[in-house]
Nanobody, 123 residues
């Protein structure tokens, strides 16, 4: 049984940093594309970042490029999302997701999802 568990969310002031973690059981991240999505109240879920299993290629949404970094610890089977210079508009529930395919920015392409972790950025 596949399980993804996010952690690391919380309340932070604008300009601050957080690191989210996504721990997996039942699958090995090194063989999957792992992505982060987020969903703010009243808005659709949106792509944030993803890292491919093939070649470690990473892709970022324009809104987070240069501020967020996705990385992976294969030994621990954990995917990270380092978030810096956070803005109030980054406030959302953040989800990690895994796919056996290449990077997609559409959530329907991902088979496995975590339960989400809340990130709140105060102004």
């Amino acid at each position: 049984q596949v399980q993804l568990v996010e952690s690391g969310g919380g309340l932070v002031q604008a300009g601050g940093s957080l690191r989210l973690s996504c721990a997996a059981s039942g699958l090995t991240f090194s063989s999957y594309t792992v992505a982060w999505f987020r969903q703010a109240p009243g808005k659709e879920r949106e792509f944030v970042a993803a890292r491919s299993w093939f070649g470690g290629i990473a892709n970022y949404a324009d809104s987070v490029k240069g501020r967020f970094t996705i990385s992976r610890d294969n030994a621990k089977n954990i995917e990270y999302l380092q978030m810096m210079r956070l803005k109030p508009e980054d406030t959302a529930v953040y989800y990690c997701a895994a796919s056996s395919e290449k990077i997609h920015v559409t959530s329907t392409n991902y088979n496995y999802w975590g339960q989400g972790t809340q990130v709140t950025v105060s102004s």
